[in-house]
């Protein structure tokens, strides 16, 4: 009992729910080494006992909590302050607040921001802790819009170098937002990766969330490229010319997208202009860039810095080199002072280009502009765990519990941020990630939302049917979130497919946050809330960080990622499973029975695209590489009877008058439907414009499916170029339906 009130206090569960009215209890040792990695001996009784104690002599009887959040008509509970408590009040903007005797209500009337709330008792006790004052609501979508959902990597022009860039970008959201009338662009995290050889292609493993990877730049958007002379000229146009081979090769000759090669073309073009001195207005925004991104660049610089001498995993440097605060890491620091500023620079300039890249998009007309996504989590080895070690919990990986579909649960490799160190710091490592990722966006989308209220933690060297729920703040953590897309005037989309603990959707709608919804799993399964349904339970793989990841993130080394990782991508199987035969499937939802504050989609990055569901070839490369959950036939038939199902709906509904058998007909017949719903944003997946058969990303591979390298391509699988894009009559036609559908 003892150990699990322990438990209960430092927000670890005990047992959790694998399937609606089933209770599993939470291994004893799984809750001693979750406690462990939040700083709690529980490992004996007398242990137990001890860490009891403390807790009720340290945080039992501390006079304010960690954070104390406040908001419009939601006061904080400041009723243990002894009587005669005095309250002062050091606000974000350097001015203070004498209060005195505690009113909470008083708080709600502060600006909104992150200020300091101290408290003092008539016995001389005295405390300090962040006060958050947020909104109540993240801003709201400005009206309704259509936009494209892409992954920029695998969108090249014939002007990228092998890859697609943020010139790309700046040119899809002009083209897009003045000829097709288009809202926004959803993009792929652009997190900096780990880099390689071999870089992890997926966006959803980041060395750091905290800033863009450079591999994205145009580099002849630059300014100092056309200062380049000599030697350093022949040079750069001999990488260019090296780069229009590696661009046609990946557009002409079948090539995959090949991230290592572009970055190292790129990067020794990034050396050239490193070399050219900046303009003094350019060197005066370099400088205030530094000074407005401190220590956090410096660090990451830094990391960037010493993982080019000694390896990407942090882990493994010398002893005095894994402490960011060691004097060897300070004497270090200072002798690589110029590959610091390197790495500084690229991080500037990459900011620079996507905040063109925005600019480009609104000058469009674009309400939104562009939709930045945040990855769950990091890189156990990258930059952000070694420069805020503190925040994390070691020997720690985040996943998912088993369910009905996947009795091993799934372990996602990345470690989770620790609560009580967020809420120590007044969630500042939560608000400067938020903070840069709305820089330059006009929305953001967060992968697995529900982590804003507990994640599975899963101990190092068990499998994840050994894991534990641990609970965060999730007032706090929306509170914060609220705060930020306020400042940034940004819209929020949660990614919340899969299991969702009941009341979560809820809390989300009612601070403005909107949800996810794709067409295909958009059922009525009964039980009331939508999150108790097969369909969400099923899918509980696919909450995951939207990637098949390497080998050494699977407990079993097979070298196969959990089925389903980020986005919707086991909940085709699941409903099929949960659809075994005609007359079983869940009542399709009709387009008014769904939610408004949504994003709506047909597909996503981790679903098979349309036409390849309305062909077969999604069952038919699943067979090829052993991924059916069931006999072929069987699978087959499932995918023939829901499609004939959709097919059945939308020709009632009137949605599909060229009538059955006329696959760019379909197409545009599911983005009808979703236009009657209403949603306040519906997204194309752009290769469901051009036909492309091929996902970009298919959960439970590794190194058997190109996962995160594929240009986007027509139906024969030739790759398109951005040009080809903006030319294409089958896109033009289908965004015709949705900008008409507006009308």
Known sequence: MGRARLARLHGVATSYAPSPGKSVQTADDTVVAVLAALGVDASTPHAVRTALAAYEDGAGRALLPRTVVARPDRPPDLTGLPEGTVLRVETEGGGTADLGAPDPAAL??????????????PG???????????????????????????QLY??????????????????????????????????????????GPP????????????????????????PEYADLAGTARLRADELAARAHTLRSEVLEGGALIDRDTVWAL???????LWAVPLSPGRRAAYCDFLAEQGQALEDHATWCAIAERHGPDWRGWPDGLRDPRSPGTARLRHRLLDRIDFHCRLAWLTDQQLAAAQRAARDAGMAIGLVHDLAVGVHPSGADTWAQQDAFAAGMSIGAPPDAFNARGQDWGLPPWRPDALAAAGYAPYRELLRGLLRHAGALRIDHVMGLFRLWWVPEGRPPTEGAYVRYDGEAMLSVLALEAQRAGAAVIGEDLGTVEPGVRDALAAR????TSV???????GGGERDAAPRAEAADAADGPGAARAPEAVPDGSGRGPAGEGGAAREDVAAREAAPGPGAAARILAPGEWRSGCLATVTTHDLPTTAARLTGADVALRERLGLLAGPPERERSRATYELAEWMGELVRRGLLPEGQGDEEAAVKAVHRFLLRTPARMVGVWLPDAVGDRRPQNLPGTWDEYPNWRLPIAGPDGR????EELAASPRLHALMRELSDGYR
């Open 108 to 121: 709600t009337r502060l600006p909104l921001g992150i200020h300091v709330l101290e408290a003092q008792t």
């Open 154 to 195: 695998s969108l090249l022009s014939r002007r990228s170098w092998g890859m697609g860039d943020l010139g790309d970008l700046a040119d899809l959201a002009a083209w897009s937002g003045r000829a097709l009338g288009t809202g926004f662009v959803q993009l792929n995290p652009l997190h900096a990766a780990v880099p």
């Open 719 to 722: 790759p398109h170029t951005l």
């Open 199 to 222: 870089t992890d292609p997926s966006p959803y493993r980041p060395s750091s969330r905290r800033f863009p990877d450079p591999v994205h730049l145009r580099i002849e958007h630059i």
């Open 124 to 150: 001389g006790r005295t405390a300090r802790a962040p006060l958050i004052v947020a909104p109540d609501r993240v801003p709201a979508p400005p009206g309704r819009s259509h936009g494209f959902l892409v």
């Open 512 to 515: 403005g946050v909107l949800g």
């Open 519 to 525: 067409l295909w799993f958009e059922r009525d399964y």
């Open 266 to 272: 790129k990067r020794e073009a990034l050396e050239l």
